[in-house]
């Protein structure tokens, strides 16, 4: 078998826990963001999109996860408390749930922030203070857990554990942190460690990036983007293939690093744009090209501080450091245009947020605000088609910085809906065409 059909196999493998068109991890059935579903609606219905259910939930930034007619999601219900939350795909009714103690001691204290990952018969999810959770399907109850604080000996990264677990064959990968630990894989039914990778240091921890594969240079490759270099493991193994320094100022590796032709791609809030070039015959990266600037306010490609880019037909497009939703040449680097009609409006905010997800020739936009946004993203510009506003931002941003509040939780795109959630519900809401 060719290492390009067990990365296809791999990816299978997870969807196949779940109809094609559920979202049954983080960026969706292939880790990628695209949301593949057709008879999606041309544009919004006046009033917005139809909202199915509404069901009460806990702060957090976690966003939820669609499989086999269920909704999987995690919150913070109170100061002392995380739990994760089942609930039905149809009405919201909670199915179960799993409590479990845990005190903060991070900043940004909404809650979890990473989106559960769902196979044929179990849940993994990862809480801010590391509390990693296997846990039946069928009832919630616990098959097997870990303590990266505990365990390993791990203090709490300044902003919580952050970076969503990767399933991988048998293998939930995973960012820890520590000498040695910065990358762990776990026997998906037993818990036991297979493997550890890689060393991070700091109050930063292993950052917050999450772990992606990627196929280059004949090999599948686990990218792991810590708070001081990106780095390229054998999934199967730990065994490191190669590592770029890129320490970083914060430690703020938090978008997931993507990959375009042979060019691997990743964006920091002050260091801004890097993009390595993946060797053609041999797991090697060397620097294609790396943006001018180190300042958060002058930026000169994209300084991205949530949502992770996305690259089409040769382009990047994503959200910089103060609302610029802007447009690069993948080759150079190079900015085409900017706008902040998706974001702020009209003007910069510091960490104004929107995350993209393609659909067909369309992105849907979900910002900040609340709004969700359909447009065309091209090189020639941004095409605003509709909006709606679809939740309330609950959400503080900072300690006084930002006076208005936010909604910083990517949402889930299945069966022809958008499963959406801030710090005091989670929603369904149809995205069908009428008729569908």
Not at 76 to 89: G, H, I, Q, S
Not at 169 to 188: E, N, Q
Not at 253 to 273: E, I, N, Q
Not at 348 to 367: E, H, K, M, Q, Y
């Amino acid at each position: 078998m060719t290492s390009f059909a067990r990365t296809t196999l791999a990816l299978a493998c997870l969807a196949s826990a779940a109809r094609a068109d559920d979202w049954p991890q983080w960026l969706g059935p292939a880790r990628d963001g695209e949301w593949r579903e057709t008879g999606i609606l041309e544009k919004f219905p006046p009033g917005g999109p139809q909202v199915l259910w509404r069901t009460p939930i806990g702060g957090g930034y976690a966003g939820p996860a669609v499989a086999d007619g269920r909704v999987y999601v995690t919150d913070r219900p109170d100061a002392k408390t995380e739990r994760v939350l089942c609930l039905d795909e149809k009405d919201g009714r909670v199915l179960w749930k799993h409590e479990y103690g845990c005190a903060y001691a991070i900043s940004y204290s909404a809650g979890p922030r990473t989106t559960p990952v769902v196979t044929k018969d179990r849940v993994y999810t990862l809480g801010a203070m590391g509390d990693l959770f296997c846990l039946d399907r069928a009832d919630g109850k616990a098959v097997w857990s870990k303590s990266f604080m505990k365990d390993y000996g791990q203090a709490a990264p300044i902003w919580g554990w952050s970076g969503h677990p990767l399933l991988d064959g048998d293998r939930l990968i995973c960012l820890v942190g520590g000498a040695g630990t910065a990358v762990v894989a776990f026997h998906k039914e037993t818990g036991k460690e297979l493997w550890r990778a890689l060393s991070s240091q700091g109050r930063h921890g292993p950052g917050y990036a999450p772990p992606v594969i990627v196929e280059a240079g004949g090999k599948r490759q686990l990218i792991a983007w810590t708070a001081s270099a990106v780095g390229s493991l054998d999934p199967e193994t730990g065994k490191e293939y190669w590592s770029h320094p890129f320490p970083l100022k914060e430690g703020l590796s938090v978008a997931m690093p993507r990959l375009s032709g042979d060019g691997l791609f990743v964006t920091a809030f002050y260091d801004g744009p890097l993009m390595l070039k993946l060797a053609a015959d041999a797991p090697a990266a060397s620097v294609a090209w790396k943006g001018k600037s180190s300042s958060e306010m002058k930026t000169d490609g994209l300084h991205s501080i949530i949502p992770t880019p996305v690259i089409r037909d040769g382009h990047i497009y994503g959200v910089c450091s103060y609302g610029q939703l802007r447009c690069l040449k993948a080759e150079t680097g190079e900015r085409l245009w900017e706008t902040f009609q998706a974001t702020t409006g009209d003007r910069p905010i510091r960490w104004a947020n929107a995350f993209l997800i393609p659909n067909g020739d369309r992105f849907f936009i979900a910002n900040e605000k609340g709004d969700l946004i359909l447009a065309r993203l091209t090189p020639k510009g941004y095409e605003e088609i509709d909006r709606a506003r679809l939740l309330q931002a609950t959400g503080r941003a900072g300690a006084g910085r930002r006076p208005d509040e936010v909604l910083w939780s990517h949402p889930a795109f299945a069966n022809r809906c958008i499963v959406a959630r801030n710090d005091r519900e989670i929603i369904r809401a149809s995205l069908a065409a009428e008729g569908k």
